[in-house]
């Protein structure tokens, strides 16, 4: 992915290194809670980076508890109101979600203030280009 080495020049945020103990963890929580899987795409991403954060863009990556304050499942958990079963909140700017839709496997950009569905994508790189100026 291209946007990886751009991701880690400008990364404020410097979670622990992804374990498979604690990917496993999320993959079970968030579906305990009725959210979509992670997918693999993202998954393999985090890998990568675990988080990211700069100038107001977040990336929800896994962090080991007691730390998780922000972490993915955080974040669907307190906007479990706001998105459907199918769906999985990854990223987020000032005004939009990046959304897994496990549904049709695409990413879509949607409005956090009226949930309008403005960009859809079949890949990660594209959606994170979006959500990541």
Known sequence: MKIL???KKHNTYS?????PQDLIYAQKTLLKFGFAEIPEEFCNFLHQINGFAYEGEHI???IPEPLNFMDIINVNILN???IKQ???I???NEFDFLIFESK???YQIVDKQDLTVLEEYNTLEQGLNSIIK
């Open 5 to 7: 080495a751009e991701l």
């Open 15 to 19: 979670p622990q290194p992804l374990s």
């Open 60 to 62: 929800f990556g896994i």
């Open 80 to 82: 479990k109101e706001k």
């Open 86 to 88: 199918e769906q999985l």
């Open 90 to 92: 990854l990223a987020d």
């Open 104 to 106: 049709n496997k695409s």
